[in-house]
């Protein structure tokens, strides 16, 4: 039973690029959570989605940042014209319901901003 | 803010001691969660403390919860090298379960 999936793992961009961070839940999972985490810190909530449907995003910056989780295929993580300061590692998690209480994360992918 | 705060931020000791952290929340919960994180890793589940709950093992670790002084610790009995890692709290809102609030984390390190 493979568990969560992202990719890339490491991720490099040029300040003004896009970037793109994929995250697969574990079977049976329908609820995905991104989170982010600066280094030296523990992670913070970014948004939280069901299929094609954005539940709370009250972590997410207000500019250059969306979530996506399709009907068929992974959530999406894009970041537009990427910052510096957007450096970090992203994690997802996953659930199989709602306050389940137990998330499931993936090894994260580290984005680094040139 | 950040809703837990772990004390100590860093730990040292020697394989075979006990290592305790400690976590601090704010707000009411209705479960408190422990992660592991090795560096430059993903997060690995360790444990699930419900609110109604007080005390709760598995294998060498021990999970206390204080809804009173809304404080969890977390006992690591006979540390080993490899239980060298950072150690987070996690907790949800009482009316919101879905999103996870972390801890600043206790950096944790076991010397051979």
């Known amino acids: 039973n493979a568990g969560v999936m992202q990719n890339p793992r490491h991720l490099v961009r040029r300040r003004g690029q896009e970037a793109r961070l994929r995250c697969s839940p574990m079977k049976g999972h329908s609820h995905v959570y991104w989170y982010r985490q600066l280094p030296e810190e523990g992670l913070k909530f970014m948004v939280y989605l069901q299929k094609e449907n954005i539940i709370d995003e009250s972590g997410m910056p207000k500019e250059r940042f969306s979530a996506e989780f399709p009907k068929e295929g992974p959530s999406i993580l894009r970041i537009q014209q990427v910052v510096r300061g957007d450096s970090a590692a992203y994690f997802c998690?996953?659930?199989?319901?709602?306050?389940?209480?137990?998330?499931?994360f993936g090894p994260g992918t580290r984005l680094t901003v040139t | 803010s950040q809703q837990g705060e772990e004390d100590p931020q860093a730990l040292s000791i020697q394989e075979g001691e006990n290592a305790t952290m400690n976590c601090s929340y704010k707000t009411s919960i209705n479960n408190l969660q422990w992660y592991r994180q090795n560096s430059g890793r993903g997060l690995v589940h360790l444990i699930l403390i419900r609110s109604n709950e007080r005390e709760k093992h598995s294998g060498r670790l021990r999970v206390t919860l204080d809804t009173s002084k809304k404080s969890s610790s977390l006992l690591i009995t006979a540390s080993r090298a490899a239980d060298t890692a950072s150690y987070f709290c996690a907790t949800d809102f009482l009316y919101n379960t879905d999103k996870l609030i972390f801890g600043t984390g206790t950096r944790l390190q076991v010397f051979p």
């Open positions: 998690a996953s659930s199989p319901g709602a306050g389940v209480g137990e998330q499931y």
